[in-house]
C-alpha cells in the first residue's frame, strides 16, 4: 500500500522500517526531520510536510500526545484538510478518548475513513514488527488497513466500529501495566530489604504464576534499575495516567489505584526523573522503606 507515517520517534521509527520490509511505499515526515534520514536510506520517501505524508491510500499518525496530533491533523495543511476522501487516517498514537471522538467526527464530515489503532509493546517489540494492535473502526476501513497492521504487528485485536473504543481499551491497558510496575515495586522493596537477590526472586516469579510478559520485562527492567535510556519516557507515561483517569472521570469509575500512580508520576517528576523510562515510579516503594534512593538527580 501507499502509505504515509508521521511522528518518527522510538516507536514511529520501528513501525517505518516494518512497513518497508514489507514492501509498501512508505512517506515518512517528523517534525525534527533528521530523523527521517534512516528511514530514507531504508527506501522511504521523505515528506517535507505533513500534506505531503497525506497522499497515499492512509496515512498513520505515532506522535507523543493529544497536542501533538492535534496540531497535525487539524492545523493548516494537516491530515483534515489534505487527506483525500475514502483515505484512512490510522491514529497509533496514545492519546484521549475524547480526540479520537473529535476525530471520528472530523473525518466523517469530510468523507475520509478514520481508524483507532493504538499499540502494546516496547520499542524493541516495534522494531521487530511485533506490535500488538487494538483497531476500531468501521470494519471496511479496518479490513483495509489489515496489511499495514500485519506489517507491524504480530497480531490485530478489533473492538468494534467505534473508534475511541480501541483508545480506551489502549489507556486500561497501560492502566494495568502501571499497576503492575508499583506492585512488583513494592513486592521487590520487601524482599530486597530483607537482603534476598531481587533477580532471583523476579525469576522465580515469571517461571511460576507470573509467566506472563509485563513481569518479564518490568520485572528484569526493575530489578535492574535499567531506566536509561527511556523506551517509554516517564512524561508519557504520566500522560496516559492522567488520561485513562479522564476516562474514568467521565464514566464515573473510581480508579483508585490509578490515582495511587498519579501521585508516583508526579513524585518522580519532581525529583527531575523525566528523561528515565516510567518503570522508575517503581523504585519509590523501595525509599519508603528506607532503601536506596532513585538514581534521578545524576542520570
Ligand atoms: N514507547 C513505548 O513503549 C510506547 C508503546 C506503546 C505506545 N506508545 C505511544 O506511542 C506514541 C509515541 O511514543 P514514542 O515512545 O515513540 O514517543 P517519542 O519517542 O517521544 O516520539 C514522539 C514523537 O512525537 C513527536 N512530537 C512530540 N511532540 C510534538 C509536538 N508538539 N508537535 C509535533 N510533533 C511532536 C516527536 O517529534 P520530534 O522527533 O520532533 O521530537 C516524535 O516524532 C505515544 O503516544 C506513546 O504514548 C509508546
Not at 131 to 139: D, E, R, T, Y
Not at 234 to 242: C, T
Not at 258 to 279: C, K, M, P, Q, V
Request: aromatic share 8%; proline share 4%.
Amino acid at each position: 500500500m501507499k502509505v504515509g507515517l508521521i511522528g518518527l520517534g522510538n516507536m514511529g521509527s520501528g513501525m517505518a522500517a516494518s512497513l518497508l520490509k514489507a514492501g509498501h511505499e512508505v512517506s515518512v515526515y517528523n517534525r525534527t526531520p533528521g530523523k527521517a534520514q534512516a528511514l530514507v536510506a531504508q527506501g522511504a520517501r521523505h515528506a517535507v510536510r505533513v500534506a505531503d505524508a497525506c497522499r497515499g491510500d492512509a496515512v498513520i499518525t505515532m506522535l507523543a500526545d493529544d497536542g501533538a496530533v492535534e496540531g497535525f491533523v487539524f492545523g493548516e495543511q494537516g491530515v483534515i484538510s489534505t487527506l483525500a476522501k475514502g483515505a484512512i487516517h490510522i491514529s497509533s498514537s496514545t492519546i484521549s478518548v475524547a480526540l479520537a471522538e473529535e476525530m471520528t467526527a472530523a473525518h466523517a464530515d469530510r468523507g475520509q475513513r478514520f481508524v483507532s489503532a493504538p499499540v502494546f509493546g516496547r520499542p524493541a517489540a516495534a522494531a521487530a514488527a511485533k506490535l500488538f494492535i487494538a483497531a476500531a473502526g468501521a470494519p471496511d476501513a479496518v479490513e483495509a488497513c489489515m496489511p499495514l497492521f500485519d506489517a507491524i504487528g504480530q497480531r490485530t485485536f478489533r473492538f468494534g466500529a467505534n473508534p475511541p473504543d480501541a483508545n480506551l481499551v489502549k489507556l486500561s491497558g497501560n492502566f494495568l501495566i502501571s499497576s503492575v510496575i508499583e506492585a512488583l515495586g513494592e513486592a521487590l522493596a520487601l524482599v530486597g530489604k530483607a537482603g534476598l537477590d531481587q533477580h532471583r526472586y523476579v525469576d522465580f516469579l515469571t517461571s511460576t504464576l507470573f509467566n506472563a510478559p509485563v513481569y518479564k520485562i518490568y520485572g528484569s527492567l526493575i530489578a535492574d534499575k535499567k531506566f536509561t535510556p527511556a523506551g517509554f519516557a516517564a512524561p508519557l507515561g504520566f500522560k496516559d495516567n492522567r488520561l485513562v483517569l479522564a476516562a474514568a472521570e467521565k464514566l464515573q469509575v473510581p480508579l483508585p489505584l490509578a490515582s495511587l500512580i498519579y501521585n508516583r508520576f508526579l513524585t518522580l517528576l519532581a525529583r527531575g526523573g523525566e528523561s528515565l523510562d516510567w518503570s522508575a515510579f517503581s523504585q519509590l516503594a523501595a525509599e519508603d522503606a528506607g532503601q536506596e534512593s532513585l538514581p534521578v538527580r545524576a542520570a
